[in-house]
């Protein structure tokens, strides 16, 4: 065993250095890479009874496979879905552990990652549904029916696409950004009423969001301070990307793309490109103009003067540069998709607030406050989860107006309150959905962690993909499956910490081993003998 010292404690006057014991794995960490690997591919044949699948499937819906949608092959394959999450965890958490203990670079992370993403690139969607509704807006867009008016539930083709939206959708208008449905009317183009191809094609195109995002990571890095090896196993390979972005898949990984690459820029001072950049992320998900605001302080910074009355004046500056690119490029991105200057898809920016459920904190103290009044009045629950959020929503501007005004002094401060602020934008502004979380921390994870932050982040890493259903369900209100999931997340966090930490391996081991013959020496052999 080695024992390591957390790297970001060490040398602190003011808090005790924390330390990890871990086995050394070789240079290059095969077995847990396969381990995880395994489990992808678990999860993926699991998936293909237990996760989003297709109403009228026509590869399992009558061939020999399908029973793995019903009945015991459902439970099977649910059984499979989960052991194949244990193991991709199993394999993160040990990958951390290394990491920690300087045991292992970028790579081994990065090749982990693909390996874990790879069995899932043909995998139905995981936690989710979503995807079935970018198809159905595409079509929309494709067929000239505007989504931001009208539901998928309208359009009279391409009816596989249609049954297979989630009926909170079938009516709804698209929540998304005009470039992204131009994405999503391309796919449906190419794959018409083919969904098995059109979820595929959806994930290859998502990993050119992947890839900008891996080539901000390093540079983003550099400029924050963090430690690349720990960055990469956060925002990469961690079960978030792994199985929600990516296999869910979620339009959130481009908009993280541009976002990230944005964020560089500006760091390198093209202020000019960061605000393309970062428009054309508001044009995929509109949740990335939260971006902009802070962007103008870091560019506002780099004028010369550093008196008040300049600052000012500085301030404005940048902020009409700001302004003057960013009006064009939202024009013509908007454009260029619709066909017109249609801002319908602002309005449709609402359509997500259906939602409600206490993962949202706001819409939690709204309903603890009504089930507490319909204890002794029956009353209905939506107006205190109205009232509740516009409170919220309210915290949230006072919390976001401060970080904003805290970013003045530019750069990485910047940046980083820009995070916290995406950050707190997803955890504030209802809907709340699980991956909505990666929003600021890909940012966040480029700066300097500590080591039990990083437990803290394994936790609610894992909580926040087994709160729903494979099928894409939430279970927020399985109460008894939520304990479960809790603990399964408390001891995924401490595993990082230490490893097998109940001591459940190493009993396991123990009672599988079979039982050892006691040493004899040559005189005690022939005594026994004897």
């Given amino acids: 065993m080695a024992t390591t010292i957390d790297p970001s404690t060490a040398g602190s006057d003011t808090q005790q250095a924390e330390t990890v014991r871990v086995r050394v794995p070789s240079r290059f960490p095969y077995r847990t890479i396969a381990m995880g690997t395994i489990g992808s591919t678990l999860l993926m044949i699991g998936a293909l009874g237990a996760a989003g699948v297709l109403i009228r499937d026509p590869i399992l819906g009558h061939g020999p496979m399908s029973w793995i949608r019903y009945g015991h092959g459902r439970a099977i394959a649910n059984g499979l879905l989960y052991i194949g999450f244990a193991l991709i965890v199993w394999a993160w958490v040990r990958l951390g552990r290394y990491a920690l203990a300087r045991r292992i670079g970028s790579k081994p992370i990065l090749a982990a990652a693909g390996c874990w993403m790879a069995p899932l690139l043909i995998s139905p969607p995981l936690f989710t549904r979503d995807v079935f509704s970018y198809l159905g807006q595409g079509a929309q867009l494709l067929y000239g029916?505007?989504?931001?008016?009208?539901?998928?539930?309208?359009?009279?083709?391409?009816p596989n696409v249609v049954q297979n939206v989630h009926q909170v959708w079938q009516t709804t208008p698209a929540p998304y950004g005009p470039l992204y449905l131009l994405i999503s009317k391309g796919v449906v183009a190419v794959t018409g009423d083919n969904l098995i191809l059109g979820v595929i094609l959806t994930r290859v195109i998502l990993l050119l969001g992947l890839a900008m995002t891996l080539w901000?990571?390093?540079?983003?890095?550099?400029?924050?301070g963090g430690n690349l090896p720990i960055t990469l196993w956060l925002a990469v390979a961690s079960p978030m990307m792994v199985i929600h972005l990516f296999g869910?898949?979620?339009n959130d990984l481009m908009m993280i793309g541009f976002l990230t690459v944005g964020v560089v820029a500006a760091l390198e001072r093209k202020y000019p490109v960061a605000v393309v950049l970062i428009t054309v992320a508001m044009l995929i998900k509109a949740t990335a103009a939260i971006a902009l605001p802070f962007l103008v302080w870091m560019w506002a910074k780099n004028l010369k003067g550093s008196e008040n009355g300049v600052r000012f004046k500085n301030f404005v500056k940048a902020g009409t540069a700001s302004v003057a690119i960013f009006?064009?490029?939202f024009v013509a991105g908007t454009w260029v998709a619709l066909g017109s200057f249609n801002l319908g898809w602002v309005a449709g920016l609402k359509a997500p607030q259906l939602i409600a459920n206490w993962l949202n904190p706001p819409t939690g103290v709204g309903e603890v406050f009504y089930t507490l009044v319909h204890l002794v009045v029956n009353v209905q629950s939506s107006p205190f989860v109205t009232v509740a959020r516009f409170i919220g929503m309210g915290v949230l501007a006072v919390f976001v107006a401060r970080q904003w005004w805290l970013a003045r002094v530019g750069g990485t401060e910047a940046v980083l309150r820009a995070a916290i602020s995406l950050l707190s934008v997803s955890i504030l502004f209802p809907p709340t959905l699980p991956w909505y979380f990666t929003w600021g921390f890909v940012i966040l994870a480029a700066f300097k962690w500590r080591q039990r932050h990083l437990a803290v982040v394994v936790a609610v890493s894992v909580f926040l993909v087994l709160v729903y259903y494979p099928t894409g369900e939430q279970a927020l209100y399985d109460w008894w499956f939520i304990a479960g999931v809790v603990a399964v997340?408390?001891?995924a966090a401490a595993s990082l910490l230490r490893p097998d930490p109940l001591g459940l391996v190493a009993a396991f081991k123990k009672q599988a081993a079979p039982a050892k013959?006691?040493?004899?020496?040559?005189s005690a052999k022939t005594e026994h003998a004897e």
């Fill in 489 to 491: 997340s408390v001891y």
């Fill in 327 to 329: 009006a064009p490029v």
């Fill in 517 to 522: 013959a006691p040493f004899l020496t040559e």
């Fill in 145 to 158: 029916l505007d989504p931001y008016q009208h539901g998928p539930a309208e359009l009279e083709v391409l």
């Fill in 248 to 250: 869910g898949p979620h």
């Fill in 216 to 224: 901000a990571l390093p540079r983003l890095v550099r400029h924050l």
